[in-house]
């Protein structure tokens, strides 16, 4: 009997030890090598010229919490992005200890089962935002929170002490406040944990009328509170932004066909939520994924179930779990699992969103404790035998290849990201105040808002002052906005407003990862015909390159946000070329083509050899510029179509000599 309690020991240290495994494997792979994307430009943007003041005047108008809890995160991480994605990888780690505890708590004896039902929630591949660490903090600390509390209400209930009971129900409590004031749709967790205390009381055996007088007694503690937010919420907050509007939302459920469309857009989300999230993230990211990140992730993904098979064949033999998987009561996994899933997604659904596995998709996360239960029952009541654990091992797979394939995603973004801005850095020492800088991204990279142009283009050119560079995406309609020269005053988030001035305009165009940031000139015919980008080429004209000043001192991106500087490649060459030709410096264009050939460094685009051919006909040093004019000619596409808009052009007026440079590279 002495050895029970040993036993049970080394089998926690072990769950817990897999745990930490399982966490680390998944969202610390790629960890070094991630940056900041999308809303966390505004943020860092934010923090760094405006601080305190701007970090809360941001959330004043729909959840003013958050700026008090991102002032403090702020006041201890920094600008630092590998700082932001270590905070994001411990609160998943200590979301996943809270689930745990959780179900530890109301299955003490299904320890296998308990142990996998966790895995299950922590490589969940529904939500996938944990790379946008700085902005999605906020989802994962809330449903630690989330999660802590439940623990502790279900601890709470089972303890005999009273002091620990008391210091239980407060800690839980006030881990409620904490989450419902960050995300308020979260609220459907309530109703979770009014699910979980009626369970609780139906396994100690109660009849239904203790048992829901029980539940609703325990309960009164959060339920005070939920309703005091509630009313705050409805009659007395004033929320500016019309996304979180009350008014708004109850406007879209007062017919008999609103309350339909809720509840049939709650189950549709409850089998995307639970079932689609295993496959459809899955087969989205793998189907871009280079070969190496898919073999590595899948051997990562193999790695964590030859874990979890290790575990279980140490731990088998044990009294404690030896049948416990043939137990029925992986039923009530199943039911529970649903009904929170549904819940919980409620909320979501009546405030206009619902899942779609999509860009900036994170509608699923707030039930992911339903789905982990949810799968859990399928996998341990529904299957039985050796069927079983194929289909744990193929979700434990499935999601943790879906994390590594989403991290590599965010990986190689970042570093074209990064690599663009101190592109720009080299290419220009200052930016004029008021230029609207509009930026074309590759492929498969684009930026999705203008905050991602301005953030870092401020953060560079005007660090911790005021935002006087704004900038714009490419979209549709741009040309209109460009051919009018319109005047445009935009209101971020209903705290600052930043005027666009589309008659002053420089645009930048990166065709392919492969290739160089293009700060365009509106002047050179010659970049409207080699572009890559059809809309580019369209819009090129408007870039006005008179707006950089290229005896500025020279702008050096922050370390701390862009990391250092990269090395000295092509690219850097092509822009301190590119500088140089509108400087007019022809010797230095030639000068650094040398060292550029020097140190063999070519193009991936030929068209960036354009400004050392410029530079070799301005110097009448013609036999250098043919040779350049051959190397350009091996990509007969660019060739061609420059060659035919020299043709077209050649006796129009210039500022180059635009005859010498047709000569060279046209003629024979």
């Known amino acids: 009997m002495s050895s029970v309690p040993t036993v049970s020991r080394r089998e926690t240290f072990l769950a817990i030890l897999l745990i930490v495994f399982t966490t680390l494997v998944t969202y610390g792979t790629y960890i070094t090598q991630l940056g900041f994307y999308r809303d966390d430009w505004y943020l860092l943007w934010a923090a760094n010229s405006r601080g305190m003041e701007g970090l809360l005047s941001l959330f004043k108008g729909d959840r003013p919490f958050i700026g008090w809890v991102y002032t403090l995160d702020f006041s201890i991480i920094g600008l630092s992005p590998l700082a932001w994605h270590l905070y994001a990888l411990l609160i998943k780690l200590m979301s996943a200890l809270a689930l745990f505890w959780l179900v530890r708590s109301l299955w003490p004896n299904r320890k296998a089962v308990t142990l996998f039902v966790t895995l299950l929630f922590i490589v969940y591949p529904g939500f996938y935002e944990q790379p946008t660490a700085l902005t999605y903090k906020q989802d994962l600390i809330s449903y630690a929170a989330i999660l802590l509390s439940l623990a502790l209400t279900v601890n709470a209930v089972k303890t005999g002490k009273v002091a620990r009971k008391v210091i239980f129900t407060i800690l839980a409590v006030l881990l409620s406040a904490f989450y419902i004031l960050i995300y308020e749709a979260l609220i459907g967790s309530e109703a979770v944990r009014l699910l979980l205390l009626w369970y609780l009381f139906q396994q100690q055996g ?254 560079i050119y005007q660090p911790g002052g005021p935002l006087k560079l704004p900038g714009q995406i490419m979209f549709d309609q741009i040309w209109v906005d460009l051919l009018l020269g319109t005047q445009q005053n935009r209101l971020v988030r209903d705290t600052f407003t930043i005027q666009r001035d589309y008659g002053k305009v420089i645009i930048l165009s990166q065709s392919s990862p492969d290739t160089c940031m293009h700060v365009l000139d509106g002047k050179r015919f010659d970049q409207a015909v080699t572009e890559a980008r059809t809309d580019v080429r369209f819009i090129a004209k408007y870039s006005n390159v008179e707006l950089i000043i290229p005896s500025g001192p020279q702008a050096i991106p922050l370390s701390s946000v862009f990391g250092s500087e990269p090395p000295h490649n092509w690219c850097y060459f092509y822009q301190k070329m590119d500088l140089a030709r509108q400087m007019e410096d022809w010797q230095l264009v030639v000068d650094l083509t040398g060292e550029a050939k020097a140190l063999d460094l070519e193009p991936a685009a030929v068209s960036e050899w354009l400004p050392a051919l410029e530079a070799y006909v301005q110097l009448n040093k013609i036999d250098q510029a043919k040779k350049i004019a051959k190397l350009i000619r091996d990509d007969k596409y660019s060739f061609t179509k420059m060659c035919t808009q020299y043709e077209m052009l050649k006796d129009e007026p210039a500022e180059y000599d635009r005859i010498a440079v047709y000569e060279a590279l046209c003629k024979k």
């Open 206 to 459: 109660k009849n239904w009328k203790e048992n829901i007088r029980l539940t609703l007694m325990n309960a009164v503690p959060y339920l005070l509170f939920s309703i005091s937010f509630v009313y705050w919420r409805f009659f007395i907050f004033e929320s500016t932004r019309k996304a979180v509007s009350v008014e708004g939302l109850i406007s879209n459920y007062t017919s008999l066909q609103g309350l339909i469309g809720l509840f049939i857009e709650g189950g549709k989300d409850l089998v995307e939520t639970s079932i689609f999230a295993w496959a459809v993230p899955f087969y989205q990211l793998s189907n871009q994924a280079e070969y190496r990140d898919f073999l590595l992730a899948l051997g990562l993904g193999i790695s964590v179930v030859l874990a979890g098979a290790g575990y279980y064949l140490l731990v088998r033999k044990q009294a404690e779990i030896q049948n416990e998987v043939e137990v029925e009561s992986s039923r009530d996994l199943l039911i529970l699992g649903a009904l929170i899933v549904f819940v919980t997604t409620l909320p979501i659904i009546a405030a206009g969103r619902n899942v779609n596995f999509g860009l900036w998709d994170r509608y699923s996360y707030q039930s992911v404790l339903g789905v982990a239960l949810f799968m859990g029952g399928m996998v341990f009541y529904v299957f039985k035998g050796n069927t079983r654990w194929v289909l744990l091992s193929a979700l434990l797979v499935s999601g943790v290849m879906t994390q590594l394939l989403n991290a590599s995603y965010y990986r190689d973004f970042w570093k074209v990201e990064r690599e663009a801005w101190w592109q720009l850095s080299w290419r220009a020492p200052q930016i004029e105040d008021g230029t609207t800088v509009v930026v074309a991204m590759p492929g498969g990279y684009g930026l999705a808002e203008e905050y991602e142009v301005w953030g870092p283009v401020n953060l």
